[in-house]
């Protein structure tokens, strides 16, 4: 295949063509070490310098100190819902949870096995299609952490202010939006991000801890589930996603290259804009998901047609027309565009133009 297409997934999603680019260059032999990254030691000099400089420069992306880690681990977001109340829950052993979504459900699910979970806030009863408001929280000031979605990757919702949770560490799962903008990683006590959506591919994990939470994790834990293990060892405890990091790397020198992420957050802004504005001025044709537009994702583009008979029209046509991967999620239909960093903004200009040409055939 010559031409590549305009990738709409929600993930593993678009990377940047530079960074493709250059890992097929360095594939056969990584800066004349005579052998390619996957073929590496996870030990060796050379790959050493591989995994520091993605760690230094998350951390100058994210203006992070020498009181958070950073480590790379494997078992996606999903494992992180297990390792956040194993290691943090204790001793107090409960923990405020704000459901927004389908994968805050998940990590519901996984805390209640650990301890008591309080559900601090949740719109499930409006399907999701908004983000509860701070004065509906309903926090418990002996909690361990609050942990919440920043974006959530399936109802189209992203918070753009981080909930206010006093001195509780404020636990974040930002797997669908990690790196699309500047946040301050001092509100924050855990991060955790599956590369696979915005900023590599599946395989890794991120995880941004502040060192005083590491004391709470205990030794009777699991080796690999121990964060203090990962953080000691510096992500290399055992063998991690080599090649995952690898090209993690690359996509942070690409961030960096394109001036970092406030010049990022701008063109993510306007391609959004752009989708939203497309939605909007569509006389009730695409009608967007999200009910308040203050919780609208600049990141998974949420919309609807008039019929699922239409939306399946319109996703045949797209795909026929080179957009992928815009069916929205099996749980809610629809359609949805995720237009991570890697995203042109060529591409949404394309599909607008596509929307319009579909809505007046239609
Ligand atoms: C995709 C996603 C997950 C699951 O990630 P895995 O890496 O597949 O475990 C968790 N949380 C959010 C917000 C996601 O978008």
């Known amino acids: 295949m010559s031409k590549r297409i305009y990738n709409f997934s929600a993930g593993p999603a678009v990377l940047p063509e530079e960074v493709l680019l250059e890992a097929q260059k360095d594939l056969f032999n990584y800066k004349d070490s005579g052998m390619s990254v996957m073929e590496m030691s996870h030990r060796s000099k050379t790959y050493d310098g591989i995994i520091k400089s993605a760690d230094q420069d998350i951390r100058k992306l994210l203006d992070i100190k020498d009181n958070y880690s950073v480590l790379f ?5 999903t494992l992180q819902f297990s390792m956040v109340p194993l290691n943090l829950m204790p001793p107090v052993n409960k923990a405020d949870y704000i459901v927004t979504g389908s994968w805050a459900k998940k990590a519901v699910k996984e805390a209640k096995k650990v301890g008591t979970v309080n559900i601090a806030g949740s ?6 299609k908004r983000l509860p408001k701070q004065d509906e929280l309903n926090l418990d000031p002996d909690s361990s952490y609050v942990h919440f979605t920043s974006n959530n990757t399936i ?3 992203q918070y753009k202010t981080e909930p206010e949770v006093g001195s509780i560490p404020l636990v974040c799962d930002a797997s669908s939006d990690f790196l699309h903008k500047k946040i ?3 509100k ?7 590369a696979q959506k915005n900023i590599g591919p599946s395989g890794v994990v991120l995880v941004i801890i502040r060192n005083d939470l590491l004391e709470r994790s205990s030794d009777s834990l699991h080796t690999y ?3 203090k293990v990962h953080a000691d060892a510096e992500s290399l405890y055992n063998t991690p996603n080599t090649f995952g990091i690898y090209i993690i790397g690359l996509v942070t020198k690409w961030l960096l290259n394109m001036g970092g992420l406030d010049e990022m957050h701008k063109l993510n802004l306007e391609k959004s804009s752009l989708l939203y504005n497309a939605i909007d001025s569509s006389d009730g044709y695409y009608k967007g998901t999200v009910a308040d537009a203050g919780d609208r994702s600049i990141m998974n583009v949420t919309f609807r047609l008039g019929s699922e008979e239409l939306e399946k029209k319109f996703v045949a ?5 080179g957009f992928a991967g815009l069916k929205g999620h099996r749980s809610v239909g629809g359609i ?3 237009i991570y960093n890697a995203f042109p903004l060529k591409g949404v200009e394309d599909l607008v133009q596509f929307m319009s040409d579909f809505k007046s055939k239609n």
Do not use: K
């Open 155 to 157: 109802f189209g919702t």
């Open 317 to 321: 046509e797209a795909t026929e027309a």
């Open 184 to 186: 301050d990683v001092n």
């Open 225 to 227: 589930f121990n964060y």
């Open 123 to 128: 719109t499930e009863s409006e399907n999701f």
């Open 73 to 77: 681990l494997q078992g996606g977001a």
């Open 188 to 194: 924050y006590g855990l991060i955790y991000a599956g």
């Open 336 to 338: 949805r565009a995720s």
